[in-house]
Nanobody
C-alpha cells in the first residue's frame, strides 16, 4: 500500500496559480502512474491528469494548457502546477496510483474573487 499526502492548496483569485504536491510513503510510487483527481462540491471525483514513470502525461480537456504535472521519482513526490485558475477548478484535489485503496485527505483549492 502507498500512503499519500497532498498539500499546496489554498484560496486564490481567478487567473492565479497554485502548485500542489503529492508525497508518497510506504511502498512509494515505484514505476506506477501518478494520477491527480478532484472532487468539486456536489460532483463525483474526476480524473484530472496523469503522469507515467517516464514522464508521459495526460490531461482532461478542461485543464489542457493550464495545468502541468511532473514528478520527482527520487523524492517520491508528484506535482500539479495549476495556472490561470478558474472558479470551476474549485475542488478538493487528490493524488493516487493505480490499484491503491488508500486515499489521502486531499487539499482544498478554492478559486474565487
Amino acid at each position: 500500500q502507498v500512503q499519500l499526502v497532498e498539500s499546496g492548496g489554498g484560496l486564490v483569485q481567478p487567473g492565479e496559480s497554485l502548485r500542489l504536491s503529492c508525497a508518497a510513503s510506504g511502498s512509494g510510487f515505484g514505476k506506477n502512474d501518478i494520477r491527480w483527481y478532484r472532487r468539486a462540491p456536489g460532483k463525483q471525483r474526476e480524473l484530472v491528469a496523469t503522469i507515467s514513470y517516464g514522464g508521459r502525461t495526460y490531461y482532461i480537456d478542461s485543464v489542457k494548457g493550464r495545468f502541468t504535472t511532473s514528478r520527482d521519482n527520487a523524492k517520491n513526490t508528484g506535482y500539479l502546477q495549476m495556472n490561470s485558475l478558474k472558479p470551476e477548478d474549485t475542488a478538493v484535489y487528490y493524488c493516487n496510483v493505480p490499484n491503491n485503496s488508500h486515499w489521502g485527505q486531499g487539499t482544498q483549492v478554492t478559486v474565487s474573487s
